[in-house]
């Protein structure tokens, strides 16, 4: 099966040449590969510095993740089977895409993505997995799932194929067919929180989603490309807002939810001294409150 991957890239260029040099090194490689740059300073120096790999370069501005990887879509030929997201500060196990192929070659004909499985990050316990906050439509404690007040449950490590409710984007493959002429919705603009939940959950009534176990990668958070506390504090309310209503899922819950949620990140604030806690708290004031964009 052909596979086309898609990386989204802004001013991480030694994260890039890590991810590059981990496709590189696949037992299976990607039949294309499109980097979709937005940097102050072009990669193509990065692009140069690995080799056995079909890569090619789009520029784009202004920088979106939604947006970037919407112009890798368009760019990407209808000849292939399979469309794939990477984030680049993402690296694969060396026979990841060799695994996610496999599963391909069987998948079920209503399989709509399959994600990578993130090796470094574990399901980990807490006031989302109470049985009250699920009992209450808030949070769900089944790993991929999406409750009723339209917040996602992480998955982490997986040991065995895990069929979910959303996919996130930093490393999954779509069937081509069913994304070809999808597109990430654009109001998730700028630093684009919750556009992988909005563009898997779409699917979800029609489509099957899937973690596949073996084919393994892990993901290395990048300082670079992050906005401020404070703005990230306004964000993750605006766009969660904006997913439930477009999804028809419960704003009372959702509210509920994200004053938990802003709760849990003053406490951290007060208790560990953390300023972009309490900053990251302001903005959520702000954004509960209609006082930003």
Known sequence: ?????????????????RLLESLSAQSRKPGRIVIV????????????????????????????????????????????????FVDDDAVLEPDAIERMLEFWETAPAD?????????????????RTWWLTEKLGLYSRRPGSVAPSGWQAVFGRVAQDLEVDWLPSGAVVWRAEV????????????????????????????????VVAGAGYRHYPSAGGRISARRFGQVEVRNRLYFVEKHGL????????????????????????????????LGNLEALFGFCR
């Open 250 to 281: 419960c704003p009372v819950r959702c509210r509920a939810a994200l004053g938990i949620r802003a709760g849990m990140t003053l406490i951290q604030g007060i208790l560990g001294l953390d300023r972009l806690a309490l900053t990251r708290f």
């Open 1 to 17: 099966m052909k596979l086309a991957l898609i990386v989204a890239t802004r001013n991480r260029p030694a994260e890039l040449r």
């Open 179 to 210: 994304v070809r002429k999808r597109r990430f919705d654009e109001f998730f603009d700028g630093y684009s929180y919750l556009e992988d939940v909005d563009f898997s959950y779409g699917l979800r009534p029609a489509w099957r989603l899937y």
């Open 37 to 84: 740059d937005s940097s102050d300073t072009p990669v193509s120096a990065v692009l140069k510095s690995v080799n056995g790999l079909a890569v090619e370069c789009l520029r784009h501005w202004p920088p979106s993740a939604s947006g970037q990887r919407n112009a890798g879509l368009a760019r990407v030929s209808g000849d292939c089977d399979l469309i794939g």
């Open 111 to 127: 399989a709509a993505g399959a994600g990578f499985n993130p090796l470094n990050q574990e399901w980990r316990l807490g006031p």
